[in-house]
């Protein structure tokens, strides 16, 4: 039907097509007026669809609660001014850690890594700043996962369907980042809106269950709390949102931006 | 020939004689049994799982017992893939209403044989995963329905620790 709908100067639908015997039959003719129709009454149709998304880009940013299906109206991301963001400070990795109920195994090597304090050092100067998942456009994850747990919500968060995972940890090799980890033991009393489980790969979710009831994630409430204010979450589709400005008004970065994936965490200094 | 068509005549009476009476005695017994629970209903124990809160479920339950599996495992795909909350059959809500407590006033999971859950799946030996991922019990404290297990028995395990103390 969409071929249709542009086949004005296209040759692409067979109802443009002249007939093999070359003047259009009448009942070619009719075929033609049949489709042209159709095509009309689609764009109609369509019409209300296109004037409620007109409509939903002046509701405010954050979602209501209690709303249906996702879309790809906003964009969810995450600034982190790494010129706030303290070196002794990791208030977003403990309030992660009891807003999803990981903890330590005490094995270092196969711990949950869903956020960690990575201190960077470089041309004379040191940083400290969260590492997460970096909610990709272009999640290498989702590309290499085998069955479709790995995915991206239209709303640009990506996440682990652990019902379909299989724990193969595919993912985990294919994030630059480092996001991803493995759940090895058994786990119980799990919280209700953060199901873990063993076998199954876990990453951030920027906080999906809060950001569907429109509120901010863990994190970012936590680092506001302790005064830091280095953490902004917002979305990225929306140029009035406090990210968008911000993004805007000062130099920011995407961590390994030469990989493609367009992360929607990003990093900057000064506000 | 006469002895023995005497003979068969006898045993068909006898034999007719014994069906008869058993056939009596199983409608007799039937009478009886109707009286007491279903939970023990004939010679078939049935499961008798915890009421929810509330004075009924998201459906209707003989729609709910034959339809639950189904609705969930549609669900989890709206919610997780769509991020759509507005579903009504959220395993959440189950296990908030439906939780069964301990003698001890704290919710059972799912390792014990009372939860919601098992009281049914024990019984049709089917095996459950959702809990290897999912909370079995509300942690928040006064979220289960019903107390399982009488308070005697409360009574008695404090009276038993007190005696371990002495």
Not at chain 1, 58 to 81: F, M, N, Q, Y
Not at chain 1, 115 to 137: D, E, F, N, Y
Not at chain 2, 78 to 88: A, E, I, M, P, S
Request: net charge positive; with cysteine.
């Amino acid at each position: 039907m969409s071929c249709c709908g542009k086949s004005d100067k296209s040759s692409c639908c067979s109802g443009e097509k002249p007939s093999a015997f070359g003047e259009p039959s009448p009942l070619d003719t009719a075929r033609r007026w049949f489709l042209k129709s159709a095509a009309a009454f689609t764009t109609v149709a369509l019409a209300p669809g296109v004037t409620l998304m007109a409509f939903a880009g002046a509701a405010p940013a954050s979602a209501s609660p209690g709303r249906g299906p996702v879309t790809a109206k906003e964009r969810w991301g995450l600034l982190i001014d790494v010129a706030k963001c303290a070196d002794d400070c990791s208030a977003c990795v403990s309030a992660c850690s009891k807003e999803h109920g990981w903890k330590e195994t005490g094995h270092p090597l196969t711990d949950p890594q869903w956020i960690r304090k990575v201190t960077v050092s470089g041309k004379g100067a040191t940083a400290s700043l969260p590492v997460m998942c970096q909610h990709c456009a272009s999640p290498p994850c989702v590309d290499v996962c085998p069955t479709g747990a790995s995915f991206k919500r239209a709303d640009g968060i990506v996440l682990v369907d652990k019902h379909l995972c299989i724990g193969c940890r595919y993912c985990v090799m294919a994030c630059p980042y480092k996001a991803r980890s493995f759940v090895h033991e058994p786990l119980e009393d799990q919280l209700a809106h953060a199901p873990r489980g063993k076998g199954t790969v876990e990453s951030c979710t920027l906080c999906v269950h809060r950001v569907d009831e429109g509120r901010k994630p863990a994190c970012v409430e936590a680092c506001a709390a302790t005064g830091h204010g280095a953490m902004v979450f917002g979305d990225l589709n929306d140029p009035e949102s406090a990210i968008s400005k911000r993004i805007a008004q000062f130099p920011t970065h995407q961590l390994r931006a030469d990989l493609g994936c367009d992360p929607g965490v990003r990093y900057g200094t000064g506000s | 020939m006469s002895v023995r068509s005497t003979i068969l005549a006898f045993l068909v009476l006898a034999i007719g004689g014994l069906l008869t009476t058993s056939a009596l005695r199983a409608g007799d017994g039937t009478t009886v049994v109707e009286t007491v629970p279903p939970a023990v209903s004939g010679s078939t124990p049935v499961p008798v799982p915890a009421k929810g809160k509330g004075d009924q479920c998201v459906a209707p339950t003989d729609w709910m017992r034959r339809n639950h599996m189904t609705m969930l495992k549609h669900q989890r795909n709206t919610t997780v893939h769509d991020g759509d909350r507005t579903g009504r059959f959220s395993i959440k809500a189950c296990v908030e209403c439906h939780a069964v407590k301990g003698v001890d006033g704290k919710a059972v999971t799912v390792a014990d044989p009372r939860h919601f859950c098992r009281t049914c799946h024990d019984y049709a030996a089917v095996s459950i995963d959702c809990f290897e991922c999912h909370a079995s019990r509300p942690l928040e404290p006064g979220k289960a329905a019903r107390l399982q297990g009488k308070s005697e028995d409360m009574a008695a395990l404090t009276r038993y620790l007190e005696g371990l103390g002495k």
